[in-house]
């Protein structure tokens, strides 16, 4: 019997009250405060705060953190849900939520001890601070096993020394869960994590990246020079790091697949109103058939896109969800990127232009497909998962 049969294929994705209560309440928060200045954020590159502090307050950036610590202990399709809707209207800010979701509440809520539990994800819950992730560095990208950051252990303490790049919500993060190496002789077995306070001494951020997309969200290095935390701020046991952070990117793929699922139907909304009001050649142009199958293709992926991550979100945590995850986030981030293309050759050269919502989304998605693990290295590990 193949592994696809022994796992079952069939899936309820009707969604509960409490669910369609939840979809709709974002997306009217995502319509009326996210919307309104949008545009003008993303030109100024400015982080929204006060639309993050309104978040926090509806409980949206400790969504799956269990009630006991402040948490609103939705479901990942729930957080999924949400994350679709902020996206649809902001990438980035839909993206600022699901880093502090996704790769820092998650990882602590499930390798933290009951201390570092209390201390740190009851105000990460609370949406007191916001959190970040270090993995990443200027030298290891897809091969997160080649990390430099060294930690070594000083009484009652641990000192971190090396950098971490391209770490989102750098600066504004009140805590970051961080790897490093323990023991350089061990290899992979020799990384641990850390929950790393911002505020920490040797703890500094680099410029800000000036990049592609996502301007309203805030992407910098971490330069770690002596800098010391308490030794309770281990993450799990000692050598664990890497098997964490494995854990966490098989997670935190789901944000990064709903994330395109909100930019793909954006851009298939937009789509569909140009298409049906500008006017070539003494018709509308959606009614030229080449319009036409343009959108129907947008649409049907989009639907594609949305079975895979939900079938992906319900499975979280079962023995294959880490490979329906990548499925997802490797469909749903090159369906978008498609979508985004196609969307904005359907509006011609007025798509290339700023003044067209377009234009920005196109920008934004494209780095769907690169991290939280690019494309090809997702196709590694469904294929590896299948293989094996």
Same mark, same amino acid.
């Given at each position: ?122 105000? #990460?819950?609370? &949406?007191?601070? /916001?959190?970040?992730?270090? =993995?990443?560095?200027?030298?290891? $990208?897809?091969? !997160?096993? +080649? *990390? ?89 046991? #000692?050598?664990? &790091?890497?098997? /964490?952070?494995?854990?966490? =990117?098989?997670?935190?793929?789901? $944000?990064?697949? !709903?994330? +395109? *699922? ?95 919502? /377009? ?14 693990? +690019? ?14």
């Amino acid at each position: 019997m193949s592994v696809l049969v022994q796992e079952g294929i069939g899936v309820d994705f009707s969604l509960t009250e409490e669910q369609e209560l939840l979809r709709s309440e974002v997306r009217r928060f995502a319509e009326e405060r996210i919307r309104p200045g949008v545009a003008e954020r993303y030109a100024r590159r400015e982080f929204p705060a006060d639309i993050l502090a309104e978040m926090a307050e509806m409980g949206l950036l400790g969504m799956m953190v269990p009630e006991e610590y402040g948490g609103a202990g939705f479901s990942a399709l729930s957080y999924v849900l949400a994350v679709e809707e902020l996206a649809a209207v902001c990438p980035a800010t839909a993206g600022t939520m699901s880093v502090t979701n996704s790769v820092c509440c998650w990882p602590i809520s499930h390798f933290g001890s009951e201390e570092l539990k209390e201390r740190v994800l009851v105000p #990460l819950a609370s &949406g007191r601070m /916001i959190g970040g992730f270090g =993995l990443t560095e200027p030298g290891s $990208g897809s091969d !997160a096993g +080649s *990390l430099e950051t060294r930690a070594t252990r000083d009484a009652d303490s641990w000192v971190l020394n090396g950098e971490k790049a391209w770490i989102t919500n750098a600066g504004v993060a009140g805590v970051y869960v961080v790897m490093a190496k323990t023991d350089a002789e061990a290899g992979k077995k020799g990384i641990s994590a850390f929950v790393v306070p911002g505020d920490s001494p040797g703890l500094d951020v680099g410029e800000p990246e000036s990049k592609m997309g996502l301007h309203a969200s805030k992407t910098a290095p971490l330069i770690f020079d002596d800098c010391r935390v308490p030794a309770a701020n281990l993450l799990g046991e #000692l050598g664990a &790091g890497f098997k /964490i952070a494995l854990a966490t =990117l098989d997670h935190s793929r789901l $944000g990064i697949a !709903a994330q +395109s *699922l909100g930019i793909h139907r954006r851009a298939l909304e937009l789509a569909v109103a140009y298409a049906r009001e500008r006017v070539q050649f003494g018709v509308p142009i959606a009614r030229h058939q080449a319009i036409q199958f343009k959108i129907a293709t947008m649409a049907t992926e989009l639907e594609a896109a949305r079975a895979l991550t939900y079938r992906a979100a319900l499975a979280e945590g079962a023995r294959h969800g880490g490979r329906l995850a990548s499925e997802a986030k490797l469909y749903s981030s090159e369906a978008a990127n498609r979508a985004c293309y196609e969307s904005l050759q359907i509006h011609g050269g007025n798509g290339y232009s700023d003044d067209y919502e /377009i234009s920005r989304l196109y920008r934004d998605v494209r780095v769907t497909t690169i991290y939280e693990g +690019s494309s090809e290295m997702q196709r590694l590990v469904i294929s590896r998962k299948l293989l094996r």
